[in-house]
């Protein structure tokens, strides 16, 4: 592999985005497309990407495996679980795993009195979105269908316009480019 291919590589890896990746590399942006691509089909540079992706997730412990489960967390998570049987707000260090993993965020206003007083306190908490992460999960599972796929033959609307217009179309008339008029005097 050439230096300028390990740049490619290492670019690439930063957001898996060829084309930037052929540019932060050296290479000219009017053939940066061209590049990208070409570099990711060739087998030594895919080898190097797919390694160099393999070491990044062992060394972070991200994983697919990993990722399913946190998207698990939020598709299946029950608000119950964040709140005591009078309706007040579980303390953080009182929740489970998955309840905190499906808790986006947290904002605590304290109630004061007229003297400034602490009187209370009123809890709000994001969760994450769990219609998005029931969405991922399901496309992953392949039960969304997000790809436009053309039936067979038989069914393909193209085919059966082509079928169905067969042997109706109009032949071409061979016409002489400037008719002559029936009173023309020039020459034929």
Do not use: C
Not at 23 to 51: C, F, H, M
Not at 97 to 114: K, P, Q, R, S
Not at 139 to 161: F, I, W
């Amino acid at each position: 592999m050439t230096p300028r291919q390990r740049r490619f590589v290492e670019e690439y890896l930063v957001d898996l985005n060829a084309t930037q990746a052929a540019i932060r590399a050296g290479y000219s942006r009017w053939t940066a497309v061209k590049i990208g691509s070409e570099n990711l089909i060739k087998p030594d540079i895919a080898r190097e990407i797919q390694r160099a992706m393999d070491e990044r997730s062992a060394r972070t412990g991200i994983t697919a495996e990993r990722v399913l489960q946190e998207l698990a967390r939020i598709a299946f998570f029950d608000i119950r679980k964040a709140f005591n049987p009078d309706g007040s707000m579980k303390p953080l260090d009182q929740l489970d795993d998955e309840t905190a993993a499906a808790i986006a965020g947290l904002e605590v206003a304290e109630i004061l009195n007229e003297d400034g007083e602490h009187t209370g306190s009123v809890r709000k908490i994001k969760l994450a979105d769990k219609l998005g992460a029931l969405t991922l999960l399901a496309r992953h599972l392949g039960m969304l269908n997000d790809k436009l796929t053309l039936k067979g033959d038989a069914e393909n609307p193209l085919t059966l316009l082509v079928k169905a217009i067969q042997g109706t179309s109009i032949k071409p008339v061979a016409t002489p480019a400037f008719p002559r008029a029936e009173n023309d005097d020039r020459a034929a």
